[in-house]
């Protein structure tokens, strides 16, 4: 039995569920298709399990594509106050965490059933599970048979995200469905991910591990250099935390990361212009600015003693230590690939798509929203507001 609809969407996360209840609210047959059994687990898991679902700064500063203004069309006509209102609409209860990042006070599900309840206002109806088996052009209409049966839609929307995290769903769907309607492709990649580093060259470090600070982290040329302020944590196997999350989507391999970790200080100028006024060990005069086990485990690491006086010290040698204190440089040897990242850079190139309505140029009535289009946020809730924003841009065209 075949089932018509003005409008289908394949994918019911974040971008999909938005996109469904915007068109099913202006009067549109809506069908939201999903092979999955389970409701929106990519937003059930984020956060900690609270969804860091916008963020109040989200500007087009803050997204990587191979065309950065791309984005800046639907994130002016939906921004954060949009989405903060409608949760507030809801009476579910948020907290600012850090650098405008918002997130749930009690549980990512309370997105998800908002969500869920705007589709159900817009009278869309649900196949779920459903996976699908093929997608074709017929004239004007597209043609989606499922495991549920088969659909005819005027409109079809691509909202199944990209390769981030397969063991919750993640799929190549819509890269496959890009290229089968003769759509250009950027490249793919991790992004958010931790990155991995030699164990041998790592062994120095291994004693800090657990340890945390903000620092200043950078990596990548003069045209696309990721530079951040953010916490690091230091592991048994490397670096973590959300320093290495943000830096990540601007690494690129054999390239190093050029870490501060002592931002506000310039540690050289300091042990060298005021060292015959510091009576105190070089331990000692270190731990006033870094955790004490850090202190004297990066001395250790790089050949100093911590119990060396810092006026019996000469000039090259301090300016040697702070060098390594304020830019030390670290080479990652890979990342932890899909399997550990949160977002996945590149998909449907922009070049393709109408900013305005996310449709496809060359294809009438198919439009790719999300994850799925080569537009990724910073970490910290940017990439939600993304979903928010492109999901509303095709769901007020469809």
């Not at 009067?27 to 059994?37: C, F, M, N, S």
């Not at 049966?149 to 929307?157: F, K, N, P, Q, R």
């Not at 390239?255 to 009576?279: F, M, S, Y």
């Amino acid at each position: 039995m075949t089932q018509s609809f003005d409008v289908a969407v394949i994918g019911a996360g974040a971008a999909g569920m938005m996109c469904a209840s915007v068109a099913g609210q202006r009067g549109r047959r809506v069908v939201l298709i999903d092979h999955a059994e389970k409701l929106a687990e990519k937003i059930r898991i984020s956060g900690g399990g609270r969804c860091n679902f916008t963020n109040t700064d989200a500007v087009p500063a803050n997204y990587l594509s191979q065309n950065p203004h791309f984005c800046r069309s639907a994130l002016s006509r939906y921004t954060p106050q949009d989405f903060i209102g409608m949760v507030k609409t809801y009476r579910i209860a948020f907290h600012e965490k850090h650098k405008g990042q918002l997130f749930c006070d009690r549980s990512a599900e309370d997105i998800i059933a908002m969500l869920k309840a705007e589709c159900d206002v817009g009278g869309v109806q649900w196949m779920m599970p459903a996976g699908v088996k093929s997608v074709t052009r017929e004239g004007e209409r597209f043609r989606i048979s499922t495991a549920g049966g088969e659909v005819l839609a005027d409109s079809l929307v691509i909202a199944t995200g990209g390769l981030s995290i397969p063991k919750i769903g993640a799929s190549d769907f819509a890269f496959r469905l890009a290229k089968q309607f003769d759509m250009p492709l950027v490249e793919t990649r991790p992004g958010l991910v931790p990155l991995t580093f030699d164990a041998t060259g790592w062994q120095p470090f291994v004693a800090m591990a657990g340890i945390s600070l903000e620092v200043d982290i950078e990596t990548g040329e003069k045209k696309a250099r990721g530079h951040f302020r953010e916490d690091l944590l230091f592991t048994h196997r490397g670096l973590s935390g959300p320093a290495v999350l943000q830096i990540s989507s601007f690494w690129r391999e054999d390239r190093a990361l050029t870490l501060n970790l002592l931002p506000a200080l310039d540690v050289a100028q300091v042990l060298t212009g005021e060292k015959t006024r510091i009576k105190k060990t070089l331990g000692n005069w270190l731990s006033q600015y870094l955790p004490t086990r850090l202190a004297e485990g990066w001395l250790a690491a790089n050949g100093f003693s911590a119990d060396a006086r810092v006026p019996d010290l000469p000039d090259r040698q301090l300016r040697l230590l702070g060098d390594s204190l304020n830019r030390w440089s670290v080479t990652p040897n890979g990342s932890e690939g899909y399997r550990k990242a949160e977002v996945t850079l590149g998909g449907v190139d922009t070049r393709a798509l109408s900013q305005q309505t996310m449709m496809a140029n060359q294809q009438p009535g198919l439009y790719f929203i999300g994850e799925a289009v080569d537009v990724t946020g910073w970490l910290g809730g940017y990439n939600f507001q993304w979903a928010w924003a492109s999901g509303v841009a095709a769901g007020l065209s469809v």
